[in-house]
């Protein structure tokens, strides 16, 4: 507060312009005193102001007169009126009614026609006798009734000791309440005219330069030259900027300004609400410098919205695209010309979200922060900071923003050049973990409206790796377009899965995360674009080295990868050029050419396709896939190193990319090349090789084709070839179940390497078999195995038989392998030959004894037959128990050569019954044969079941001979149906086969036999008149010393071609046919009576005939022969006989 006598000190050295100065005693001045000294110079000043001349009337374009031009017109009105005699210290009176005409006539005329409210005047000495005016309101309008400006409260406190002089100077002027209206045009200028006191209008175009020469001379006036202080409180600012349609109300404002003899100094502070609890607060300070346009403009706000922060200065245009409030402070300096030289300021920016439009979702942000300084004259923004927090991390960076495009003083784009100082990503939402980037550079584009950001370079480093971005990202009706570009010379695989964002394509960063453990990637590309309604699309292209790759959970890793990637779309593809896989057992597996693909990463969750192509050793195969979880060695009961040799693997596994994975949940195609493969797994006690085999393998079963051959060891280069498929079910409901089948090769070296021990020469060439075994988990394996035998030359040579390659057949083995191996059941049927029976091994799987329930040949053999093993080299031996053999057909031993005792075979006969023609048969013969040098041995048996007879078979050209003996050759002709009344004697008789089949040479010599009652013979001794002869037959019948025949034996008929029985009292000869199936007989001969004498002119006769005799002739049947005897016969020699006999029989044609 000012007091009197600071007030009077002012007055030194200052002169007055009309009148001396007053003295003013020490003492305290009186009112009447004081209005006494003052009266002259109001005189004085009533008569300079009556002289003055009337000014022409402002234009309305003036109208916003200041405040304090008014506040100065007042109070020199207020001095005229003599009414200071009257003030009483600390009373306010009210000034006379022509008092505030004169006023409202001064504002009207400067008012140039706008409208004006005057409230009530007042003069007031307060009890520091300090004069003071008080307006009560004061109220300025346009032409058209629209507010300019309302003051209230209005109070000028006068310097004393200028009144004193006659002169008024305002010291102090405050105003308590009221609005002011400003309005700033869409040139950015503000419409505004100042009018000084002296009468001559400040008008300008509102910019800067005109402000501020406006604001010297209003304070280089007289009437405003003594003002030290004008102030404000309780103040509402009304400012309209319609070029960046905006309109403000600040409420609360308050103002001060300060005089000093070199500058003026104005601070402004007011709230600005925007319909939140807290209002923002801004304060302004002005400081201008007396004698030029130098000025220093300081502003601070708290909490102003960026988008009306940024509509006020250019150099903030940068902030308009941002919804966040901004705190703050800005220093602008005004050079002597009254240019903007420089703007210096800090920014702090709270939580918001860049948001350019309405449409455009918003990207929040915790925070921000700016130190800046601007160079108007390159339109240069330069930036010592501009740093960033958000919930998707932080960055720091420096750089300058050049404004371009300038229009109406503002710019439509900014050029930024900055480069990161610090960049880090926090998880929360965008990454997995904090990311951290070295260092980089920034070089952009903004364009404000429409709002783009166009990224023309960006270069990020991080450790060794650099990365270069570029792209555009718009504001577009309907929301954000997005496009950017990024390439990465390399870096360490684990960080670009750090750098990529969860939103983007999140499913395949997930992946990646989680299964791309080390490795360097490199050089990569990436492209996001991003249209408005649509979703975002992602491309990228990358190549990888010494890379650690998880292609499925449990599973070993795939290490030392070098490969590409690519992203399209929703399609994710990683190519592993090359790479490997270590298996618990077997090695290593290389895995070039595997291909991992993500169809739809847009799916929840997304299956994974994995085309693995591996190669490496057998065990390494099997290994892997019997890893969780697979497991389906473990689920076979099957060892991973089941085989030896190498494979080749293509498969096709889908892996859901979900926790707690089955097996039945991964569907899987695998096939493989197995290469020089061994095992013993299949054939127990045996070794499977193959050079190349075939693998199929999916979730129901396994499957191994190919063709290979079973040896003994795995160093075999030759032995049982086959062709097969080994199939092992690996579903639950059929665990450890595995079978193979296929063709097998049936040859030598088949029999060899199964220890089937056939006779030497029984199998020449090859044919093929189909096989089956079924393997089951804990038992022997079972065998079955059937062939047509085509292509295969079989002999046994010591029955006759063979079989030509060109003939088939069938042979059918079945049984288990195991040790030893088993065959339940063996069958062989081929060109006449036919065996079923079963096969026992020792041991070690060599041959023991072929069992054969029936055997049959042709039509000559039916029989059980067993074959026994022997030492090692010899064939086996042969026992026949039970059965028919039919010897007319027989090929016993045609085709048997002579040999080594190897190839004898030994042959035990207990046959039911040896057929040697229609009506002969040898029952219950027992014989020891063997078929070296042929088939021979010895034998007995029973003549048609009757008559014992001995014998003995041998070799002969034809076939096998038969030799017959018998002690009483009676009872063999008779059960043979030869000859029924033969008794008695011994018999030796030969059976030699012919060509044709079932014709034998015979020979019988018999000795001692008695025929007894013979019908036939008995009417040739009747015809004869041989009585005596004749009584002997009927008795005991006639005795024949020795008995002779030569014949031939054919199926139907025995054909006698020269027989004889010679007795002491008879001798006869025979020669015919008899037919073994009918009994018809023809023969005709010789009867020579009394044979003892009677034999001696047998030189001259025919061989054991007599040199007498009558020539016969039988017809007919054995039971009713006709006889016919020629009597005549008697009287013609032996020599002349056969005039009379006629030719003999002949057999019929067969």
Known sequence: MTTPEKDLEETKDAGAETAAPVAVPDEEIRPEQLMATLQPHLEQGRKKRRRKPKKPKKPWRQRHATIFSLLVLFAILAVL??????????????????????????????????????????????????????????????????????????????????????????????????????????????????????????????????????????????????????????????????????FWIAEGGAFELTQQPDKLELRLGFQLLYGEDKPAQAAVSFTSFKGSRRAVLATNVIGLPASDFASQAPALAWLEVLDAPVSGALRAEIDDEGNLASTDG??????????????????GFDGARAYFGFDPAQQRIHFDELSVSTDYGSFLMSGQGLLRDIRNGWPKEILGQFRLDTLELSPDGVFAAPVSIDQGVVELRLELNPFTLTLGQAMLQQGDGHLVARGQVSAKPGGWEVSVDAELDQMEARSVVALWPLAAAGNTRKWLDANILE????????????????????????????????????????????????LQGNRFVLVAEEGQVAPPEGGTLQVGGSVMTLEDISLRPPDLHVDLQAQGKITA???????????????????????NGTAQVVADITVPLRRDLQAEDVPFEARATLRNMGTREIVPGKWVLADAMQVFANNEQLEISGSGFVAKAETATTGARFDALWQQSLSPENPGQSSVSGQVILDQAFLDEFGIALPDGFLRGESRGEFAIDLRRNEAPRMRLSSDLRGARLRIGEIGWSKPASSGGSLEISGRLGAPVRIDRLQLESNGLNAVGQVVLNDNNSFREAVFDRVTVGSWLDAPVTLTARNAGQSPAISVRGGRVDIRRTTFGQGGSAGTGS?????????????????????????QLNTSPALQGDFTGLVNG???????????????????????????????????KVYGGSMDMFLVPRAEEGHYDGRLTAEGIKIRGAPALAEILGAISVVGLLQQLNGDGIRFGSVQSHFVLTPSYVNL????????????????IYNLGTSGLDLRGVVSPIYLLNGVGAAVSRRR????????????????????????SILTPGILRDVFRGRAPEVPTE
């Open 346 to 363: 800090t920014l702090d920016i709270g939580a918001g979200a860049l948001k350019p439009t309405e449409d455009t979702v918003p990207v």
């Open 519 to 566: 490795g360097v990637i490199g050089p990569a590309s990436a492209a996001l674009r991003l249209n408005p309604g649509e979703k975002p699309v992602v491309t990228a292209q990358f190549g990888f080295q010494d890379a650690a790759v998880r292609f499925m959970r449990q599973m070993p890793l795939i290490t030392h990868g070098r490969g590409y990637g690519s």
């Open 946 to 980: 009757q008559a014992s007879v001995s014998g003995r078979l041998s070799p002969s050209v034809e076939g096998t001979s038969v030799r017959i003996r018998s002690d009483d050759s009676g009872a063999v002709l008779r059960a043979a149906g030869v000859f029924s």
């Open 1105 to 1128: 005939e007599g040199l007498f005799g009558f020539n016969y002739r039988l017809q007919g049947t054995a039971d009713d022969p006709k006889v016919r005897v020629n009597p005549l």
């Open 81 to 246: 009126v003599p009414i200071a005699l009257a003030l009483v210290a600390g009373r306010a009176v009210k000034a006379p009614e022509f008092l505030a005409v004169r006023v409202e006539k001064v504002l009207g005329e400067s008012l140039a026609g706008g409208q004006m409210d005057l409230g009530r005047i007042d003069v007031i000495l307060t009890e520091e006798w300090q004069p003071q005016i008080r307006i009560e309101r004061l109220a300025l309008a346009d032409q058209t009734n629209l507010p300019i400006a309302e003051l209230r409260n209005i109070r000028v406190t006068l310097s004393r000791r200028e009144l004193l002089r006659a002169t008024v100077a305002p010291l102090d002027v405050t105003v308590n309440g009221g609005f002011m209206a400003l309005r700033r045009d869409p040139d950015g200028l503000f419409d505004m005219a100042l009018e000084s006191p002296d009468g001559s209008a400040l008008q300008g175009t509102g910019n800067l330069a005109d402000i501020l020469d406006g604001i010297d001379r209003i304070f280089e006036t007289p009437e405003l030259a003594s003002v030290r202080m004008m102030s404000a409180e309780d103040f509402t600012f009304q400012y309209e900027d319609v070029r960046a349609a905006k």
């Open 1057 to 1072: 071609l020269d027989g004889s029985a010679i007795g002491a009292s008879l001798g006869v000869s025979m020669e015919g």
């Open 621 to 643: 195969v099997t290994s892997l896939l019997d890893q969780r979880p697979f497991e389906f060695f473990t689920k076979a009961g099957l060892p991973v190193d089941l085989a």
């Open 903 to 927: 190839s004898n075979t030994p042959i035990t006969l207990a046959l039911d019954r040896l057929q040697i023609s229609d009506s002969i048969a040898l029952h219950n013969m027992r014989g």
